[in-house]
Nanobody
Framework: VQLVESGGDLVQAGGSLRLSCKAS????????MDWYRQAPGNQRELVGS???????DYADSVKGRFTISRDNRVRMVHLQMNSLKPEDTAVYFC?????????WGRGTQVTVSS
């Protein structure tokens, strides 16, 4: 299983970014995909998830600002981030599980300047 994130960048507060995660080695269309983030000195936290059926769930801190979507044809999951805040600064990771084993991508850095 391989997960590769992209799209991280430096952006001003109030701006938007779209992160992507390309998955391989899994039956993507039936797999729940998660986005996590980790800020310096903090534990990794769940940002949101999308099920195989397209149902989504989000952390309270990002509800109404972030949207997760997926494209099963190309095995990608996206995280659209709007109204970004400095506290959104973190490394963002894609995560999934297969047969009880957790797989992580290497992450992509998002920095929001005030």
């Amino acid at each position: 299983v391989q997960l590769v994130e992209s799209g991280g960048d430096l952006v001003q507060a109030g701006g938007s970014l779209r992160l992507s995660c390309k998955a391989s080695g899994i039956n993507f269309s039936i797999t729940t995909m998660d986005w996590y983030r980790q800020a310096p000195g903090n534990q990794r936290e769940l940002v949101g998830s999308i099920t195989s059926g397209g149902s989504t769930d989000y952390a309270d801190s990002v509800k109404g600002r972030f949207t997760i979507s997926r494209d099963n044809r190309v095995r990608m999951v996206h995280l659209q981030m709007n109204s970004l805040k400095p506290e959104d600064t973190a490394v963002y990771f894609c995560r999934t599980t297969r047969a009880g084993v957790v797989f992580w991508g290497r992450g992509t850095q998002v920095t929001v300047s005030s």
